[in-house]
């Protein structure tokens, strides 16, 4: 190619633009290095970075720092999101033990294509340095990984999750942390601490389906309150609640609700806190999630903004380190005590080699190098599988648009049964989960929650394949 052709750049941007079109280059993935593309073409980097600058200028591509060049996400047509929920006023006991307990089973199936259980994409764990720390530490440390680490947890594993907490505006010193099995156990003990059989606990409307087994557990009504897919819960209704029912704690996953991923705006969040002060109702704070979001910034936690000791923040390294070391923490504020007494209660303390190991990968792995990795990965894996959404589903379909976190919420034309959804698409070699576990009072018969982790043929084909049930089901 001639090298002083005036119209060199627009060539090479004209071609990948062809290639970026015919899917040769899809949405979310890396084109070739500057360096990569001048020798391929033979052409001067000067040259090929006027063309990535003109695919940029024409938002087909996009610069990420030390990373390269990444092909964006098309701005077609997107489908509708699912609107605010509207769930009766009422409290109600839970029942959904059976049901959950099915899906979690068909989980466990590695014949089926996953798209059920909200389970981080383990390509994008940090196994290998992970197994090097733990097996270092197992080598290393003698007799101290086999001794108890009894409520609150490792010290040094605290440092760090205070460290830590200050991005999301946290002030909070080791010594307010409890350590815990995962993030479920941590929002357990705090339900636990506060709330005693038939008490009525406030709860976002749709709702994680493990921590409405926990209600169910202590024998709590949840009070579904209207939530908005972008913005978390109603603060209006959650106050007229609130001055009709005798609401003993309020239960919110303030960043990245599963499945909604909506992000309670901090404003809003501030707004939450002084509102249940006002009221002396603890609020717990489920935050699994908040470091896997996708816009430029880690959204605060309404702890930042608790000055009273009522906000029971909780979380967990389950969805950005490893799931199966199984720790998590609290950070219930006033209620510290009764949690390190609860935690102690129910199983002594949380096992001291993968507390050790979190610390350590804390303090040395290069956490925040990690989290901009997988926090690209998961942004472009969940705008494939909704485009997906809209290529196989009927146009009647709405998706929303989560700002961080792994899951898709998709609510299926009127006429579909989630429950039937779910038995079809196992026979077809498929698990989803069905809306009738986010809520107690089956508000959501004709949603679906997609785990968007991974993107791959099978899931695509899968996809295709459940886009046809659901249209055959709509009839
Ligand atoms: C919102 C939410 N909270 C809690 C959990 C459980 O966290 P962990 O595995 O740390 O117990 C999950 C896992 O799916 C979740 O999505």
Redesign the pocket.
Known sequence: MAENSPFLYEQIAGNIAGLIARGTYRTGERIPSVRQMSKQQDVSISTVLQAYLLLESRGLIEARPQSGYYVRAPEVDQLPEPGISSPGPDPSRVSLHELTMMVIRDTLNPNLVQLG??MPNLELLPTDRLNRIVARLARNSGAEAHQYQLPPGLPELRVQIARRAVHAGGQLSPNDIVITS????A?DLCLHAVCKPGDIVAIESPM?F??LQSLEVHGLRALEIPTHQRDGISLEALQFAIEHNPIKAVLV?SNF??PLGSCIPDEKKKELVELLARHDIPLIE?D??GEIYFGDKRPSVAKAYDTKGLVMLCS????DIS?AL?V?WTAPGRYRSEIEWLKFTSSAATATLPQMAIAEFLETGGYDHHLRHIRREYASNVARLSQAVMRYFPPETRVTRPAGGFVLWVQLPGAVDSLELYKKALENGITLTPGYLFSPTNQFSNFIRLNAAAWTYPIERALERLGGMVAEMAG
């Open positions: 259980a909200a995962g993030g479920i156990e929002i994680y493990g921590t996953i609700n599963n489920n699994v999630s967990s390294f389950s969805k799931p199984r998590g």
